[in-house]
């Protein structure tokens, strides 16, 4: 299509195999097109919204959801010849340079790209999780200290945390996350809340070190469609068995996490989620 050429709502439909009306929703949903206007209102597309039209839809079929579809079909289309955006490898790079020099200011500035240029289960499964599990190893393995550990883990929690407003509204199926005792380590577990809520489930999150004895009465008050318990060490699942167990009786529980397994899930009677957290999150149904 000629860059100066402006098409029809009904020409662009029949160019890029899709709808009017499912183009008015994209436009308005997600701001995927730009259409002029003539003066006497009529609305005119450019090459540049049938380029972004047929990417959504490339994107689609590749699995995405709409919303990340068309932020990556914005961004595929809208940067300047000859300029970049940091790829996910160049941004977690940073996150590592950051966080081996205490640096608050880099690991801030990489933040802030991961949240302008990709949509957030992109970089939750390719960015955060996997820098998140090697600074962990690093840690165990004695090859960082425990004050850069808890630097960084503060710096990204506090950006994952002001992500989580308001996530627990709507209408979806709810979900109850929270770690068992003893178990400090949550970040992963915010993860997994961010990609639910992407996916529409409401979230009730009771993060580290929670005793599952109340928690069981929470239960009984907010009648979730799973509660989904996430540890590190399976230790803590070991430990705290009876009282999962007993959890499981009432509601539908899963684990997850680094401690998780198909077998130790078997053993408490729940399900497991062990693996790819994001993978899970997209998976899980009420």
């Not at 997850?256 to 009677?269: I, K």
Request: net charge negative.
């Amino acid at each position: 299509m000629d860059e100066d050429r402006r098409l029809r709502i009904g020409e662009l439909s029949r160019r890029v195999g899709v709808s009017p009306e499912l183009l008015r929703a994209w436009e308005t949903r997600y701001g995927l097109l730009s259409p002029e206007r003539t003066p006497g209102g009529l609305r005119l597309f450019s090459a540049k919204d049938e380029r972004r039209v047929r990417a959504m839809r490339q994107h689609i079929a590749d699995g995405l959801s709409a919303a990340e579809a068309a932020t990556l079909a914005k961004e595929d289309n809208d940067q300047p010849a000859g300029q970049k955006s940091s790829s996910l490898p160049e941004i977690r790079a940073a996150l590592e340079r950051g966080s081996e020099t205490l640096d608050e200011a880099t690991v801030q500035a990489a933040f802030d790209r991961l949240l302008e240029d990709f949509p957030r289960q992109l970089w939750l499964s390719e960015v955060i999780l996997p820098f998140l599990h090697q600074l962990g190893e690093r840690w165990a393995s004695g090859q960082t200290t425990v004050a850069h550990e808890h630097f960084t883990s503060n710096v990204i929690g506090g950006r994952l945390r002001t992500l989580t407003l308001g996530w627990g509204t709507g209408v979806g199926p709810l979900a109850i996350l929270a770690c068992p005792p003893g178990e400090l380590h949550e970040l992963g577990l915010l993860c997994f809340g961010l990609a639910l809520r992407e996916r529409g489930w409401r979230i009730a999150y009771f993060g580290a070190d929670t005793p599952l004895n109340d928690l069981s009465h929470t239960v009984g008050e907010l009648s979730p469609a799973i509660v989904v318990l996430a540890a590190s060490d399976r230790r803590r699942f070991l430990d705290a068995a009876s009282e999962i167990l007993a959890l499981g009786s009432t509601t539908r529980v899963a684990i997850a996490g680094a401690g998780a397994s198909s077998a130790l899930a078997e053993r408490l009677e729940v399900e497991s989620l062990e693996g790819d957290l994001i993978a899970q999150a997209s998976a899980l149904t009420p």
